[in-house]
């Protein structure tokens, strides 16, 4: 994964914005204000730190050497990624969307409804969606 496709990956969810509260080489991806993805984009080897599911965070910590707990952060809510290929990048983006989703339920409900996140939206309305076929 480049640090493009990083960016786009975390830019990509709704109602996301980079910001660089720290200094102007860290990006810091939020929704709702709150932050749910951390990376120096043009750092080498480039890495993101994702919030994730404690006991996930162990297992996944346990299958790939490049995933660790949280540099600088709450090792038990939060994994630094090293994106040196040896994580996938399916995976990789599935951890992003997760960090992300971790983050947004957190939120009040009326910012769940502006981000028209899936977690609020009525089962109905799911149905009334065309299917891709």
Same mark, same amino acid.
């Given at each position: 994964?480049?640090?493009? !496709?990083?960016?786009?990956?975390?830019?990509?969810?709704? +109602?996301? %914005?980079?910001?660089?509260?720290?200094?102007?080489?860290? =990006?810091?991806?939020?929704? +709702?204000? #709150?932050?749910?993805? @951390? =990376? %120096?984009?043009? &750092?080498?080897? @480039?890495?993101? =730190? $994702?919030?994730?599911?404690?006991? $996930?965070? @162990?297992? @996944?910590? &346990?299958?790939?050497?490049?995933?660790?707990? +949280?540099?600088?952060?709450?090792? #038990?809510?939060?994994?630094?990624? #090293?994106?040196?290929?040896?994580?996938?990048?399916?995976?990789?983006?599935?951890?992003?969307? !997760?960090?992300? !989703?971790?983050?947004?339920? =957190?939120? *009040?409900? &009326?910012?769940?409804?502006?981000?028209?996140?899936?977690?609020?939206? %009525? *089962?109905?309305?799911?149905?009334? %969606?065309?299917?891709?076929?």
């Amino acid at each position: 994964m480049t640090p493009d !496709d990083l960016k786009a990956a975390c830019l990509d969810l709704n +109602g996301t %914005a980079e910001t660089f509260p720290f200094n102007a080489d860290t =990006s810091v991806f939020k929704v +709702g204000g #709150r932050m749910f993805a @951390l =990376s %120096a984009l043009d &750092a080498v080897p @480039l890495s993101v =730190s $994702l919030k994730c599911d404690p006991d $996930l965070a @162990l297992r @996944l910590r &346990a299958r790939y050497p490049a995933i660790t707990g +949280g540099w600088h952060l709450n090792k #038990r809510h939060w994994n630094t990624v #090293r994106l040196d290929g040896s994580v996938p990048d399916r995976l990789v983006r599935e951890m992003i969307e !997760d960090s992300y !989703d971790l983050v947004v339920a =957190s939120l *009040p409900r &009326a910012e769940h409804l502006r981000l028209d996140w899936p977690g609020e939206r %009525a *089962p109905e309305a799911d149905e009334r %969606a065309p299917k891709a076929h």
